[in-house]
């Protein structure tokens, strides 16, 4: 509706006029074949506080949501229930939440779970919450005779004392720490932490320094741990203000404009957002909306487009360098850096940038040296 064909949607997003056809087709392809990767069922803010008797029958009927997901292969490829978060307040009802969806869903699937499936705990501030949860888990997998270390979980970093702890220590190392072996993953939430750093709602956005300063933390408390690393979302939703009802007025060409504006403008702050999380080393993030969609895909697909005849280049280079490098004892000189292109491309294969025939064209690499995602292994091989 908002976006009819490439030119409009280029001009919305500001997209480079070469790409533009590229990405609509990229874009409207994934939205046809896979418009959903990663989903969580979510217990907590968005769904707010609610009396027991009706969260139990939620927690319950949403498990069996997702057994008939796994009967019928339409789950995506990563799932999970986030719950709400272990303070003093809500904790109890989060065991007994996290505890109905579990044992139901088990019980439906015959002692199965789905591929991927995890935990989601928000606003952690210290490590006995994460503890509390690992050793949770370990009970319901026998509870409900569930293989060992079934359940994984993943940790919400959204609190300032999830960052530093009040004794001034690095939490975050402390905090994977207490997962005993069962955290995979870490989301940044923007809200609750920009909120917590006294940050007025007009400036708690994505692109807050506050907020790249917390994820770098994450980068650095977390890299090499092979942790997942995830961004938050934006909150502004493209959604238009006027809706034509059936049997009712026809809207007019004000709002019909009026329409396009406000979508138009949320597409490009979620598409600058989204930019913004690639550039700093986030390659996931959260969605609220339907409509965020499109632009979370165009701008991941833009996001290595724009730059791949660089780093083809600069790639075939490395390469040819370092291998005529050998002889002189210099090798890995620039190993770090052909890495980081080698990487580039498997990314953009991974998210559907480019295809694994395209990234092989333009490396100069074979399909092995691709699968290695190792420059060392290449530059060693090719010498």
């Known amino acids: 509706q908002f976006a009819p064909d490439a030119s409009t949607f280029a001009k919305a997003l500001n997209l480079q006029s070469s790409l533009a056809q590229t990405i609509y087709e990229r874009v409207n392809e994934k939205l046809r074949r896979e418009p959903v990767e990663d989903f969580r069922v979510d ?48 904790r109890s009802r989060s065991f007994r939440t996290l505890d109905i969806f579990v044992s139901k869903l ?28 690992a050793n949770l888990l370990g009970r319901l997998e026998k509870a409900n005779n569930l293989p060992d270390r079934t359940l994984k979980f993943e940790m919400m970093i959204e609190t300032t004392q999830s960052i530093i702890s009040r004794r001034g220590e690095l939490n975050l190392p402390l905090l994977l720490a207490a997962g005993d072996g069962r955290c995979v993953a870490a989301h940044f939430g923007t809200y609750d932490y920009t909120a917590g ?38 909150n502004i939703m493209p959604v238009a ?28 702050l979620h598409f600058d957002h989204v930019q913004h999380s690639l550039m700093t080393g986030f390659y996931q993030g959260w969605d609220l909306h339907p409509a965020q969609l499109p632009t979370r895909y165009a701008a991941v697909y833009s996001f290595f487009l724009e730059s791949l005849d660089a780093a083809s280049e600069r790639l075939k280079n ?44 333009l490396s100069s690499l074979t399909l092995e040296e691709l699968r290695s995602a190792s420059f060392v292994k290449i530059l060693k091989n090719r010498s």
């Not at 088990?106 to 006995?128: R, S």
């Not at 009802?245 to 597409?267: F, I, K, M, Y």
């Open 241 to 268: 203000p006027h809706r034509a009802v059936d049997g009712g007025p026809v809207l007019s060409r004000e709002q019909v404009a009026e329409n396009t504006q406000v979508v138009h403008r949320a597409w490009k």
């Open 43 to 90: 217990f907590e803010d968005g769904y707010g506080n609610r009396p027991d008797a009706e969260e139990d029958g939620h927690a319950e009927s949403a498990a069996l949501e997702v057994a008939a997901g796994m009967a019928n292969q339409t789950l995506p490829p990563f799932i999970g229930i986030r719950i709400k978060p272990f303070n003093e307040e809500l």
């Open 106 to 133: 088990a019980e439906k699937a015959l002692g199965k779970l789905p591929e991927n499936f995890v935990v989601t705990l928000p606003k952690i501030t210290i490590p006995e919450q994460v503890s509390t949860l």
């Open 318 to 361: 490395f390469v040819e360098k370092a291998a005529k490098a050998t002889l002189v004892g210099d090798v890995f000189d620039d190993a770090a850096t052909g890495q980081g292109l080698l990487n580039y491309f498997l990314r953009a294969i991974n998210c559907g940038a480019l295809t694994e025939e395209e990234a092989l064209r």
């Open 197 to 234: 750093c006294n940050i007025t709602a007009a400036h708690q956005h994505m692109m807050h320094p506050a907020c790249d300063f917390a994820k770098n933390m994450m980068q650095v408390s977390f890299a090499g741990t092979g942790i997942w690393l995830s961004d938050g979302a934006t």
